[in-house]
């Protein structure tokens, strides 16, 4: 069992599901073994819920559930039935989505994304790590899939004192899928492709290509690895769709995806950092679209990495022909969507540009936000015209 500390369960019963280290009263911390499983009390002794525990972690404590249950492969799957329920429901027609996104489908530090009959799985706790084979169990009686594979290379894993790991855990699957996104197809590299092979937190957003790309319009995709962006560009009308990423693999991605929908002829790629590409370049394009990965990994990180986020898209937008659009994303966890708009008007200030909001969107519907963690909140995606 796990007590908490007077007042300090305040958080927990408005939905939270985090219990982070200085609100632990007892036992001491150093005793938890990490991954273990414990009833998590308040300083009176009710009940709160079901957590697994990891002392080499802030966040010592997480909830699984918030009655007395086994945690177990049933427990698992009646999680990701509810789960894909959802996705089903939303996706009737598609067969690639986030199946599970941890918190928000109640099932902390367990990521699964599904590519067909493949599913890629990233476990990021030390709690998740010890239920693996729960979980694989309860996909495997869930979905059948031909194939299970776990991506355990995440960064975020260190913070648990976990170590990176990539193997397959179910059936077989090939290096390569293909998906399909709007009518467009796209390869996902299941074995050695960013986070989980594809980005697909920005599926419901590439669409808007169709609204903001016009027939002729040259295009610039910048941090581009697969070229989704771009590609997405090209099938709106782009004659021209510059693709720039500093991964000779993305790249290659990219030009694949081009040739897969018929589009290499106008798709000029790039090997560069994408703000080098940005220092040296002086050509101007009608669309701008910034996707970097996270600038802040953490909290202590947020000051340097806005200085990131205001001077790529400064660069970014001194590239935009006047009247054209700018779309700027940011997936840091720690950055609030307020915060981002204001580090996108101090770089039209610094750029000498008014910049125009047409359209503000975030992660897809399969990426959820639970409202009682704003954690689960983390991708902004802004649509400008630059005046």
Known sequence: MIRLKKNSDRRVRKGHQWVFSNEIADPPIPELEPGSLHELRDWRGEFLGMVYANPASL??????????????????????????????????????????????????????DRYGDVLVVQSLTAGMDRLMDAATEALVETLSPAGIFLRNDSHARTLEGLTEEKRLVH????????????????????????????????????????????????????????GAWGIHAAAAGA????????????????????????????????????????KKSREQWDVVILD???????????KEGLKGYVDVNRRGLLRVNPGGILVSCSCSHHLDAATFEGALLSAAQQGGRDLRILDVRGQGPDHPILLSMPETRYLKVVVAQVM
């Open 171 to 226: 059936g077989a699957v090939p290096v390569n899928v293909t998906i399909n996104s709007w009518g467009l197809s796209f390869l996902v590299d299941i074995l050695n492709g960013q986070k989980t092979g594809f980005f697909l937190d920005q599926e419901s957003n590439r669409p808007l290509m169709r609204q903001y790309v016009f027939p002729g319009a040259r295009v610039l995709d910048l941090f581009c690895y697969t």
């Open 59 to 112: 966040i010592t404590a997480r909830i699984l559930s918030r009655k007395k249950v086994d945690i177990d492969a049933l427990f698992f799957e009646e999680r990701i039935k509810t789960a894909l329920q959802l996705r089903t429901r939303l996706f009737p027609d598609r067969d690639n989505y986030r199946l599970v996104f941890g918190e928000s489908d109640f099932l902390p530090g367990l990521v699964v």
């Open 292 to 302: 970097p990965p996270a600038f802040i990994k953490s909290r202590t990180r947020i």
């Open 239 to 278: 004659s021209e769709v510059t693709v720039v990423d500093s991964s000779r693999g993305a790249l290659n991605l990219a030009i694949a995806n081009a040739g897969l929908n018929h589009m290499e002829d106008r798709l000029i790629p790039v090997k560069e950092l994408a703000i080098e590409f940005l």
